[in-house]
């Protein structure tokens, strides 16, 4: 039963090769969230969609892109991976404002290794 | 501006003992929400608790209580009589709806051991 999926939950990619990490989710959210964590940090907001609304942090380097084709997707593409870019990517979802929005369900994550 | 602060980067107890873990936070906002996630290796955030900014009652979940005071601003996490088990990151969260959505503010995280 599980709710936020994340595939794969390791990455190993080449410098500069392009790489995309998915997220999917059976809770039906309107909203998705996307977070890099690098170690010992707290995570950080990248962008998020509400429904077909994509929403873009103001310091998301333009190397970071994301799709979402469907309500239960959410991709994000990292378009030239640098060595910085290595870090746990999380995938989040919640239900729209005023019916219980506030809350985020995150999936398990996962670890891109940039060689 | 809205801030959240965890002044202990990390903690070490022996296993049994009672450990807290401290929360401050800053906001303009009379309606919001706080949380408590639990980040263990394998790196998924595990949801603890959430609670809104118009109750502040005192939460008790078997080991885990939670003391929320509006007057100073912060949300306390206790573990009770820890386990090893209970080894991990943990963060507070503050939520708020900015542009139509909500969003969180994370604190820096308390990793905390605890010894067998």
């Known amino acids: 039963d599980a709710m936020v999926i994340q595939n794969p939950r390791y990455q190993v990619t080449q410098f500069g090769k392009p790489v995309t990490l998915s997220c999917s989710q059976t809770?039906?959210?309107?909203?998705m969230y996307w977070y890099q964590q690098k170690s010992s940090q707290a995570p950080k907001l990248l962008f998020h969609?509400?429904?077909?609304?994509?929403?873009n942090e103001a310091d998301t380097p333009d190397n970071f892109q994301s799709r979402r084709p469907n309500t239960s997707f959410c991709f994000l593409d990292i378009r030239s991976p640098g060595l910085g870019d290595a870090a746990m990517y999380l995938c989040?979802?919640?239900?729209?404002?005023?019916?219980?929005?506030?809350?985020?369900?995150f999936g398990p994550g996962t670890r891109l290794l940039v060689l | 501006a809205q801030k959240v602060t965890q002044a202990q980067t990390e903690i070490s107890v022996v296993e049994k003992e009672d450990v807290t873990l401290d929360c401050v936070y800053e906001?303009?906002?009379?309606?919001?929400?706080l949380f408590w996630y639990k980040q263990p290796p394998s790196g998924e955030l595990v949801f603890l608790i959430r609670?809104?900014?118009?109750?502040?009652q005192n939460e008790i979940s078997g080991r885990y209580s939670w003391n929320f005071q509006k007057s100073t601003s912060s949300f306390n996490f206790t573990i009770t009589a820890s386990q090893v088990v209970d080894s991990a990151v943990y963060f507070c969260?503050?939520?708020?709806?900015?542009?139509?959505?909500?969003?969180?503010?994370f604190g820096t995280g308390t990793r905390l051991k605890v010894l067998a």
């Open positions: 809770l039906n959210h309107n909203v």
């Open positions: 609670r809104n900014s118009f109750d502040e």
């Open positions: 989040a979802t919640s239900r729209p404002p005023g019916v219980g929005g506030e809350t985020q369900y």
């Open positions: 969260a503050l939520s708020e709806n900015r542009s139509g959505t909500y969003k969180y503010i």
């Open positions: 969609y509400y429904d077909k609304d994509f929403n």
């Open positions: 906001t303009r906002d009379t309606t919001y929400y």
